[in-house]
């Protein structure tokens, strides 16, 4: 398997898919997801608003993904998952998010692709302390094995990625 932390903004990457932070709607919202929707174009949101909900204005539940097509971005997929929000570390926060991950990651095996970016899921509005976040997405990936894929963790900045490759090194 191959790792890579990179600085910047996930819609740029060149890979066949990026992972989506997304609310259980899947109609948008700010950060990462605001971005990838904005790079993508509007087909995004029209795929989006055609998959089923699993429960009223719930298309995709916490540690679930979705996929849909990239459009305008570079990448070929976008995978949608929802993270936990963070209430303290005690509600199950830490393997919500590694199924984020780990279901990920599984989703892209099975479709072959070969290269993945993920955000750091969680890390922003839903408030999961950054080293924390970290641990578990290294501890996924490691578990995982997924041979194949080839992994960017993707930060928006230089803190995160300093928590990241710490936690790589751990
Ligand atoms: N590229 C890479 N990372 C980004 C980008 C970008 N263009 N924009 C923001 N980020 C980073 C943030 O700095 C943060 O580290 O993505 C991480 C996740 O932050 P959020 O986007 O706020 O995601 P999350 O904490 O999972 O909250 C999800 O926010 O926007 C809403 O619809 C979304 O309700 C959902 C919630």
Redesign the pocket.
């Known amino acids: 398997m191959w790792i890579e932390v990179v600085e ?4 740029r990457l060149e890979v066949d898919a990026i992972v989506n ?3 259980p709607s899947l109609l ?9 929707h904005r790079a993508a174009g509007p087909r995004l949101l029209e795929a989006c608003r055609v998959l089923p909900e699993v429960s009223p204005g719930v298309r995709c539940r916490v540690g679930d993904v979705r996929v849909t097509p990239g459009f305008d971005l570079p990448a070929r997929y976008v995978i949608h998952t929802v ?1 936990p929000i963070w209430r303290g570390g005690n509600h199950g926060e830490a393997g919500e998010l590694a199924a984020c991950y780990r279901h990920a990651i599984r989703v892209a095996s099975g479709l072959e692709l070969t290269s993945i970016a993920f ?10 302390p ?1 080293a924390a976040a970290s641990a578990v997405a290294v501890a996924v990936i490691h578990a995982t094995q997924a041979r194949d894929v080839a992994i960017t963790l ?4 230089p803190e ?1 990625a300093d928590a990241v490759r710490r936690a790589l090194l751990t």
């Open positions: 910047g903004d996930i819609t932070a997304a609310a948008g919202g700010g950060g990462v997801d605001g971005a990838i993270g955000p750091a899921i969680s890390c922003g509005v839903y408030g999961y950054v993707c930060c928006y900045s995160t």
